[in-house]
């Protein structure tokens, strides 16, 4: 689906932002894709490429410095819709200029790599 301004998507950014908000439903009740995604990432390469750009605003395993938020403990499936949307140059929140420059070059492979690792990543 392409799209000829970054406003068309936002009402699909904030359906996936927001989750199972609008089904009732939660993550642990209707989100079969997280073990699927799982094995797609590979959580070693995923810490790897972490440590090569990410940790210098996200700190240690994802845990958040200053004004860059906590990024570990979120489901695959969000980060990889939140690096995917940067990627494609959608704004989200106030360092989304930041973030698209980081995501731009990122493949779908370093993607769920990256998910994989922060699901369950600590220091």
């Known amino acids: 689906m392409k799209s000829s ?5 936002l009402p699909l950014l904030l ?10 439903n939660t993550p642990a009740e209707d989100d079969t894709s997280t073990t699927t995604d799982a094995l ?16 210098n605003c996200h700190g240690a395993a994802g845990k958040g410095v200053a004004s860059y938020p906590k990024i570990s403990g979120k489901e695959i499936s969000y980060t990889k819709s939140m690096l995917e949307t940067y990627r494609n140059g959608v704004k989200v929140g106030p360092n989304s200029s930041l973030m698209i420059m980081m995501a731009k070059p990122l ?4 993607i769920a790599d990256l998910a994989a690792y922060l699901k369950d990543a600590s220091p």
């Open 5 to 9: 301004s970054p406003k068309a998507l």
């Open 15 to 24: 359906l996936s932002y927001f989750g199972y908000a609008f089904s009732g």
């Open 40 to 55: 797609a990432g590979n959580i070693q390469a995923g810490e790897e490429r972490y440590k090569k750009t990410c940790v």
């Open 107 to 110: 493949t779908d492979e370093e």
